[in-house]
């Protein structure tokens, strides 16, 4: 029993602490589609698209398509490879980052001479990167974009398989809020 509650601490404040981070999310749709007649959908691998993230972590890409699976199955939608309402593209993105921080500079104000300042100022530069998830809707007969849902600020951390798992779920429902856009 002791093992169950530690489990469900640890996993709330995985939760917390994911849904506080820097990630933001954004959604756009195409006001004119009729997403009432979307039911099936499908995901397209037919092209490789330049500069995917994803393409060099397979395995991370077979987590996220899992995921959005599963929630567009819970929204009611079924999953058919043969013909498909939409299309699913998912793509994913990296960029380089700096973060500097400054401290140790002093100063102080002598009425008679001015300002006068010591400066010992010492900069700390260090590089990591962010990444973004894409994912479009597009309709399968003409290939016209309809929605587009991105998680964007996520940064690399060392996560156990479990967390991982847990991290790629909330992203992608978080992601997936918005689709259908109620209308």
């Known amino acids: 029993m002791k093992l169950f509650y530690k489990i469900i601490i640890l996993t709330a404040a995985f939760i ?6 820097p990630i933001s999310f954004q959604s756009d749709y195409n006001p004119k589609a009729d997403y009432n007649r979307l039911k099936t959908f499908k995901f397209y691998k ?3 698209i330049t500069g ?21 199955m819970k929204k009611g939608y079924t999953e058919d490879k043969n013909n498909p309402d939409f299309l699913i593209v998912l793509f994913g993105g990296m960029k380089g980052k700096l973060k500097t921080s400054g401290w140790g ?6 009425p008679w001479w001015g300002t006068s300042a010591y400066s010992d100022r010492e900069i700390d530069v260090s590089h990591y990167e962010q990444g973004s998830i894409v994912i479009d809707i597009v309709l399968a007969k003409n290939k016209e974009l309809v929605w ?6 996520l940064t690399r951390q060392k996560l156990s398989e ?12 978080k992601i997936l809020t918005d689709f259908p856009p109620d209308e």
């Open 52 to 72: 995917d993230a994803l393409a060099s972590r397979p395995m991370l890409r077979d987590k996220i398509r899992d995921a959005i699976r599963e929630a567009l």
């Open 16 to 21: 917390l602490a994911v849904s506080c981070s």
């Open 105 to 110: 500079y002093y100063q102080w104000y002598n």
């Open 148 to 153: 587009r849902g991105v998680a964007d600020g």
């Open 162 to 173: 479990q967390e991982l798992n847990e991290a790629v779920d909330y992203v992608v429902n």
């Open 46 to 48: 037919d092209e490789k």
